[in-house]
């Protein structure tokens, strides 16, 4: 009786693992080589492997014979359908890709990209600070704090940053700024996504008291993986501020770009983001602001960066500057 269950045990065990063979993250060469290690993705026909043994690299798609996934995978194909599932193999040593416990046949060549799967959950912050002293002939000192921090929650998407600058030289202030930026975003079909933004701002050595920007906008990320992430928004708003003890307010058009871009294997990022709103009212003044800059780890979570901030307004308060520049040199922290 015990031999007999044993055999049923046995039986159905094969059974349950007959119908696919799945390894953990492996890919088989057309030559007959094989990669073993964690499949990253799949991106312009390159698809991006990590072995445990060296840091990750990619080859072309063209070049692979079947691939095998031990996690989910967001799959997209080329006649522009998108399913979850892992790659494996079927009894017979075919292509498959297996979607809700259901497998499906798989051409690679009918693949356009593919990547892992997002946390329901993720939140990425930063803050920084910068200075700059000089003393002797002229007694200066500039200072600035900014903060930043994106959260994922499911398909929600919410950025914000903070930015606090103050400048004095021979004790009279010549820079006082304060900003304040936040954007949220709904992927309803991913890439795309619609959301709103507002923004506070108030710069009142250029005889700007106060602004206000709300809006809504619809956007679209152009990539999105570990190396890099790019994407854009544009919308209509309403605007509110007071230049000069003037108060003017209106409609606006939004435009919004962000870009990030890690090199050498994450320890340095380039990074640039810039927004241009449109003022329909009053002098029609179109405003731009922009940040470029890069960070390089320097220990831990403990960063350094170097970051160029240029405003430029056409209609400014009368006898400010149309545009300003800041050159920031900082250390900061990633939690």
């Known amino acids: 009786m015990i031999c007999s269950f044993r055999a049923w045990a046995v039986a159905l065990l094969m059974a349950s693992l007959s119908p696919l063979v799945f390894a953990q993250d492996r890919l088989v060469m057309n030559n007959g080589d094989v990669i073993t290690g964690e499949i990253k993705r799949l991106e312009k026909g390159d698809v991006y492997i990590e072995p445990p ?55 690679l060549s009918s693949l356009t990209s593919f990547d892992e799967p997002r946390d329901y959950f993720t939140r990425d912050s930063n803050i920084k600070f910068s200075t700059v002293t000089n003393s002797g002939n002229t007694d200066s000192n500039a200072n600035e704090i900014y903060a930043d921090t994106l959260i994922n929650v499911g398909d929600h998407r919410h950025n914000m940053d903070l930015t606090f600058r103050r400048d004095e030289t021979d004790d009279v202030t010549t820079k006082e700024q304060d900003l304040f930026n936040y954007q949220y975003g709904w992927m309803f079909s991913d890439p795309w996504y619609v959301g709103g933004s507002f923004t506070y701002e108030r710069d009142p050595i250029r005889d700007l008291q106060h602004r206000y920007v709300a809006g809504l906008n619809v956007g679209r990320d152009i990539w999105d993986d570990d190396v890099k992430f790019l994407t854009f928004s544009i919308g209509v708003g309403y605007s509110e501020e007071e230049i000069a003890d003037e108060a003017n307010s209106g409609a606006v058009g939004l435009w919004k770009l962000d870009y990030t871009h890690d090199l050498w294997g994450g320890d340095v990022s380039f990074f640039h983001n810039h927004s241009i709103t449109q003022n329909f009212f009053a002098a029609d003044n179109t405003i731009f602001k922009s940040n470029t800059g890069v960070r390089t780890e320097l220990f831990a979570d403990i960063y350094a960066d170097v970051t160029f901030r240029y405003d430029y307004e056409t209609e400014p308060a009368e006898g400010a500057s149309k545009d300003d520049t800041t050159l920031s040199i900082g250390v900061g922290a990633s939690f």
Request: charged share 25%; glycine share 10%.
């Open 53 to 107: 043994y060296t840091d990750e690299f990619s080859v072309s798609i063209d070049d692979v014979a079947s691939i095998e996934s031990g996690e989910t995978m967001e799959v997209t194909l080329e006649d522009g359908s998108e399913v979850s599932g892992q790659f494996a193999l079927d009894s017979a040593g075919a292509q498959v890709v297996v979607v809700d416990g259901q497998t499906r046949p798989l051409l």
